[in-house]
């Protein structure tokens, strides 16, 4: 793998989703949002940074992996936790369908959030795999990345 040159310029244009994400949701939730996507794409520096931003807002390395496995361990995550969760898999996960998201996941989601918050997560989720097909694309090196640890770096099995 060959690093390729990103300019800051490029990268910065992928930043209002998150900050919308960051702005609008819970950080729990945004952090499950980057954390789930990052897991299911592959991306090994997103899953660097946003497993990095996990722990660092005080996720065990645990947790973190249950979160990119979700779908396992379904039955460990709250409704509201689970219902993000879902969401992100609809929004990364695209199916051969126009309808991925479906009617039913959004009454649900809008019943336990509200339209605004649901269309930060949506937003998010979008930034979010806009970053990792990016990072995957300009095959971007995870290890020059601050604060991150061997953990962070680590290839995770993918989601799928």
């Not at 998201?101 to 918050?117: C, K, P």
């Not at 990792?132 to 989601?159: C, S, Y």
């Amino acid at each position: 793998m060959t690093p390729r040159h990103v300019p800051q310029e490029i990268i910065e244009m992928f930043y209002p989703p998150m900050q919308l994400l960051r702005e609008r949701t819970k950080p729990d939730h945004a952090h499950l949002v980057c954390v789930r996507a990052t897991a299911v794409n592959g991306c090994p520096v997103c899953t660097a940074i946003h497993r990095r931003n996990a722990r660092e807002h005080g996720w065990s390395e645990d947790y973190i992996l249950k979160v990119e496995q979700w779908t396992r361990h379904a039955g460990e995550f709250s409704e509201t936790e689970a219902l993000v969760l879902e969401l992100t898999d609809a929004l990364t996960e695209l199916e051969d369908t126009p309808e991925s998201l479906s009617e039913d996941l959004w009454e649900r989601a809008t019943g336990a959030f509200g339209e605004e918050y649901v269309r930060a997560l949506i937003v998010g989720a979008i930034g979010v795999n806009s970053y990792n097909r990016l990072g995957i694309a300009f095959q971007q090196d995870p290890r020059g990345i601050a604060r991150v640890t061997e953990f962070d770096i680590v290839d995770a099995a993918r989601a799928r």
